[in-house]
Nanobody
Framework: QLQLVESGGGLVQPGGSLRLSCAASGLTWSYYVIGWFRQAPGKEREGISVISSSDGSTHYSDSMKGRFTISRDNAKNTWYLQIDDLKPEDTAVYYC?????????????????WGQGTQVTVSS
């Protein structure tokens, strides 16, 4: 049974940084991608970045380039999302998700396995 658990969220002042974690268990696929998404109240779930299990290659949404960095620790089955220079508009629930195969997708509907999310609140 595949399980994903996000952590690392919290209340942060504008300009601060956070490193979110996504711990996975029960991953049996040889090839897959892990994506990070976020959803603010009243808004659609938007894709941030995707990383490949094969070689660690990454893909970012055009709107997320610069302040967001996705990475992995294969030995720990853990994936990370580093967020720098946090802004109030970054306030959202952040999710990680898994998709079988090596195709980069940033559409939430393309992923079937999700964590419960971790809340990030950016406020002065």
């Amino acid at each position: 049974q595949l399980q994903l658990v996000e952590s690392g969220g919290g209340l942060v002042q504008p300009g601060g940084s956070l490193r979110l974690s996504c711990a996975a268990s029960g991953l049996t696929w040889s090839y897959y991608v892990i994506g990070w998404f976020r959803q603010a109240p009243g808004k659609e779930r938007e894709g941030i970045s995707v990383i490949s299990s094969s070689d660690g290659s990454t893909h970012y949404s055009d709107s997320m380039k610069g302040r967001f960095t996705i990475s992995r620790d294969n030995a720990k089955n853990t994936w990370y999302l580093q967020i720098d220079d946090l802004k109030p508009e970054d306030t959202a629930v952040y999710y990680c998700a898994a998709r079988r195969g090596l195709v980069f997708r940033l559409s939430a509907n393309s992923y079937g396995s999700w964590g419960q999310g971790t809340q990030v609140t950016v406020s002065s």
